[in-house]
């Protein structure tokens, strides 16, 4: 578990965003905090929204193959 804190601590102090899988491994230790204990879940989630790396659905190509079968 101290593996995860320490590379959430050198991707933020990189200026670098953490993952959506990162931040759920933060949360219960974000909601004792008394900044956050009038927060619920989702409301923490949005307030760290802008250090998320949201991960995209990959766009799939268009390629001719789909013309010739």
Known sequence: MKNVFVTIRKK?????KITQRQLEVLLPFLEREREFKT???????IYFS???CIKQDKVKVPTLEDFFD
């Open 12 to 16: 933020l102090n990189k200026q670098q």
């Open 39 to 45: 927060f619920d879940r989702d409301a923490i989630f």
């Open 50 to 52: 802008p250090i998320i």
